[in-house]
Every structure is written in structure tokens, then in C-alpha cells.
């Protein structure tokens, strides 16, 4: 299995622009998970999802976030409209739902000017 | 609330020397406890867990549910072992969920 695949790797936009990262699972996986790290920050969880339905999302910041999950093997974080201080690595994770170990993407790089 | 601590950003030693990274936890449950390791840019991969009890690339830690604490410990760094770490809390309710600490750096200086 090529593990889970995030894209875009790097993304450089302008501040009020829309943004939207994509995620694949882990094919198999019925837990999804965004995370977001800064260098103030570390990890945070934003949302997490369970066969496709989000269970928590205490953790999106405010209304610009946005997260779907349509089908097993894709899901979208998207932010519109975006800011400087939404700078930050995105990392998308999946995992068994009664397993514990959570595999992490390589992220998402953005950078808001 | 489930909550990981971890003190040190930054933890700076030479080759060859002991290395214990802090982490401690608060949570009212029976938690399950993961270190998670990224090298430079590269994602974040498991490195051990607490209910393995095992040891890998040298690396150790143990629970201490007395002093809520699940520090790893290696007894000789290697370069390779500069990294970011991360202590993480799973709440072990049925959905696995990981609450991270803020992580701590480890540079190995030759």
C-alpha cells in the first residue's frame, strides 16, 4: 500500500482565495483524520472522521474550515476564505477503527501571502 | 480533558549520550500512550507504544501511571536520532483518536 496520499505537497496562495487539500486513506481504514502543525502550535486535531461520518470537529477553527468525507477513500479540507495564520502543515491520517496505530500522510505544505 | 505535556522544545546532546525526552499526561481513564517521531520533513511514523513494551532503534518508555509520565529513553543518541518527537494520548474509548504534546526537537551533535 502506498500508506496515505495527500496532494497538493506544497501550495502558495493569496490571502481570500479558497483552498482545498485531498486526502486517500489507507484502503481498509474507516477512521480519517486532519491534523494541522505549526511551529507555536505542534499537532492539533481539526476534524476526524468514522466510515465516512465526522464525529469530532471541536477542533476547525472557525466557519473558513471545511471538511467532507464523501466516500471511503477520499476526503477534503478546504478553507475559504483563506489567511496568513492559516500557514501550516496539514497532515491527513487513517486508521482501523479498533485498531490503534494511526498512519500519517507526508502533508500538506501551505503557505498564505 | 485529555491533555499531553511535553516541557523541553528543544533537547540538545552529544553523540553518545543519554537521552530521556519528557511527557507527561493528564486524563481520568486508562489511556494508551504512542511516541511518534518525524525527521525532517519527512510525515510522522510510529516509533513505539506503550502496549508493546518493545524496543526500537534503542528507544524505550515506560508508563508510570503514578506520576502520569510515559518518557522515552534511549541510552546512547545516535545523529540519526535528531528528530521531532511526539508524545501522543489515545482516550482508548473506541474511536482512536490521538492527542498530541507540542513535541519536543532532539538534536544529536557529533
Not at chain 1, 5 to 13: A, D, G, K, L, N
Not at chain 1, 84 to 110: K, M, Q
Not at chain 2, 78 to 104: H, I
Amino acid at each position: 500500500d502506498a500508506g496515505v496520499i495527500q496532494s497538493p505537497r506544497h501550495e502558495v496562495t493569496e490571502m481570500g482565495q479558497e483552498v482545498t487539500l485531498r486526502c486517500k486513506p489507507i484502503s481498509g481504514h474507516n477512521s480519517l483524520f486532519w491534523y494541522r502543525q505549526t511551529m507555536m502550535r505542534g499537532l492539533e486535531l481539526l476534524i476526524y472522521f468514522n466510515n465516512n461520518v465526522p464525529i469530532d470537529d471541536s477542533g476547525m477553527p472557525e466557519d473558513r474550515f471545511s471538511a467532507k468525507m464523501p466516500n471511503a477513500s477520499f476526503s477534503t479540507l478546504k478553507i475559504q476564505p483563506s489567511e496568513p495564520r492559516d500557514s501550516a502543515v496539514y497532515f491527513c491520517a487513517s486508521s482501523f477503527h479498533t485498531g490503534n496505530t494511526i498512519y500519517f500522510g507526508e502533508g500538506s505544505w501551505l503557505t498564505v501571502v | 480533558a485529555q491533555r499531553v505535556t511535553q516541557p523541553e522544545k528543544l533537547l540538545s546532546v552529544f553523540k553518545g549520550a543519554p537521552v530521556e525526552l519528557k511527557c507527561n499526561y493528564s486524563y481520568s481513564g486508562s489511556p494508551e500512550l504512542f511516541w511518534y517521531v518525524q525527521y525532517s520533513r519527512q510525515r510522522l511514523q510510529l516509533l513505539l507504544r506503550h502496549i508493546s513494551r518493545e524496543s526500537i532503534k534503542g528507544f524505550t518508555a515506560d508508563l508510570n501511571k503514578g506520576e502520569t509520565s510515559f518518557h522515552l529513553k534511549k541510552p546512547f543518541a545516535q545523529e540519526e536520532d535528531s528528530a521531532m518527537y511526539y508524545c501522543a494520548l489515545s482516550p482508548n474509548t473506541g474511536f482512536q483518536k490521538l492527542v498530541f504534546g507540542t513535541g519536543t526537537r532532539l538534536l544529536v551533535s557529533p
